[in-house]
């Protein structure tokens, strides 16, 4: 039987393609925002035609994430929807244009925003290819519970709202634009796939893992956890035009924040944080979860600083890192390895390698947060943040990447 890695071998699922694809920009991205920063750090100066935080938020936000949802949600969603596999070579033009677009967006960053706009345009088309055609699979379905596709298809069309915001945004030579499509697509778009997934799977995991231990998931929970994260959507919209903003409003943002992270630090116990972590895969996707209630915690507390001490007194970006490389990169890592296991013939374990690879993320995010923290020592903590963060993903692209072009190694096809 051949065994060496064959691009071919893409296309015999689409997990294969989405994850591929997505490992190719996460690594991409994690080395050249590394670089950015020790050239900041070394005192050279890179050109710059979008401002570095603006590239890195729309980067980070709408790079590589789109890519690994198109993997799990065409290899998923059937299964959900009670419809056939979706061919993976189906997928293939919309996948190749994402990659593109971003292809040309990264030096359009440096270069023109011309450019960037263009590339971030091929990407929000690519996208929006495949939300319709999530959203078609919806349609076609009869199965009695379609409640998490469409959410899911619902974030994505938000998604594809805020790409083609940010396209229209770096044409127009617009910051402010560029920031407000970022904050759609962290709380319009990602965070809500990320929790309707979690409501979903996770105490479904837990429950096969433990039998003890119940599938407990309500959808009224899942109304309540959609409903924390969305409310922080107008916050940080008007934030950007509005600031700073009325005490009356930024408490009432407290009071939110607070809700949700007493609901979610709670709802992280009870769909068995400390017995899960028994079993390393499971932990993983327990801890990305618990790093939601903490973002609300860590949110909750700026704002009142903000509210009490002034607009200058705060956080900084500790919540949204938080909420990015915490819950989104902590969940991504731990539902794109139990994807990879499973569906290349492998055990359903993380090994060594890849329980390291997470707890190197861990101390990136850490140290992301500490940066925020702590002015004085932000250079070197946001190095070693970053150092830390190429290690996991790039680790894990290297890894996973190699065993997304060989054959099953159970013998089986797909």
Known sequence: MQTRWQLSRLLTAPHRLGFAAAALLLGTSAV??????????????????????????LLMALGFMPL????????????????????????????????????????GFHASTMLAGIGVAVVALGWSVLVLRFAGLVGAS?????????????????????????????????????????????????????ATVSHRMLPFFTASALPLHDAWRPNALLGAMLAAIVAELPFAIAELWWWPLPPALRWLQ??????????????????????????????????GFLWLGITFTLGAVSHGVMAVLGPA?????????????GYLGSTLLAMATRVAAGHSGRPLVADNLAWGLFWTLQAAVLLRLAAALWPAATTPLLL??????????????LRYGRWLGRPRADGRPG
């Open 32 to 57: 050249w925002w590394a670089v950015v920063l020790a050239a900041r750090a070394a005192g050279v100066v890179l050109p710059w035609a979008v401002a570095p935080p603006l590239a890195h938020g």
């Open 68 to 107: 690994f949802i198109t993997g799990f949600l065409f290899t998923a969603g059937p299964r959900w929807l009670g419809l056939p596999e979706v061919e993976a070579a189906s997928l293939r033009m919309p996948v190749q244009a994402i990659v593109a677009g971003w292809a040309l967006a990264l030096p």
């Open 254 to 287: 407290v009071a939110i924040e607070s809700c949700a992270a007493a609901m979610l630090l709670w709802l992280a116990l009870r769909w068995g944080l400390l017995q899960g972590l028994k079993i390393r895969l499971l932990a993983m996707l327990h801890v």
């Open 384 to 397: 070693a943040a970053v150092c830390a963060w190429v290690v996991a993903m790039a680790g894990w692209s």
């Open 313 to 325: 007194n705060s956080l900084d970006l500790a919540p949204q890192h938080a909420l990015t490389m």
């Open 142 to 194: 009869r199965a009695p519970d379609k409640l998490h596709a469409s959410l899911v298809a619902a974030a994505g069309a938000i998604g594809a709202l805020a790409l083609w915001l940010a396209a229209a945004a770096l044409f127009a030579n617009h910051p402010t634009g560029v920031r407000a499509a970022t904050q759609l697509a962290l709380w319009g778009f990602l965070a809500p796939v990320f």
